[in-house]
């Protein structure tokens, strides 16, 4: 069983920047690809990057591409997602999820992931 507990979204400005944090209760959390996903009021949910076990590879839907950075302390068990140039477009609620069963990332799928964060929202006002 592995619990994630997302923190750090908030209300920002366009143009401003976030980061959120992802703890998670496990042991083995570097053994596992970790990722970030967003759902917009009245949208389905999107991947938005992923991460793997050690830190060496990421992923980015392209419209986060160059603005968000992913990564991880192992040894602090805590995700991360640091978010620059926000514009509103980035509103949604933001969850972090562990890929158990694999180290490396595979694909952006949220069915992939088999445990996810409540969530945190974050809003970006124009």
């Known amino acids: 069983q592995v619990q994630l507990v997302e923190s750090g979204g908030g209300l920002v400005q366009a143009g401003g920047s976030l980061r959120l944090s992802c703890a998670a209760s496990?042991?083995?959390?570097?053994?596992?690809?970790m990722g970030w996903f967003r759902q917009a009021p009245g949208k389905e949910g999107e991947f938005v990057a992923a991460?793997?076990?050690?830190?060496?590879?990421?992923n980015y839907a392209d419209s986060v591409k160059g603005r968000f950075t992913i990564s991880r302390d192992n040894a602090k068990n805590t995700l991360y997602l640091q978010m620059n140039s926000l514009n509103p477009e980035d509103t949604a609620v933001y969850y972090c999820?562990?890929?158990?069963?694999?180290?490396?990332?595979?694909?952006?799928?949220?069915?992939?992931?088999?445990?996810w964060g409540k969530g945190t929202l974050v809003t970006v006002s124009s």
């Open positions: 991460i793997s076990g050690n830190g060496d590879n990421m």
């Open positions: 999820a562990a890929d158990t069963r694999s180290y490396l990332i595979r694909r952006p799928l949220t069915r992939d992931y088999d445990y």
């Open positions: 496990t042991r083995t959390f570097s053994r596992y690809a």
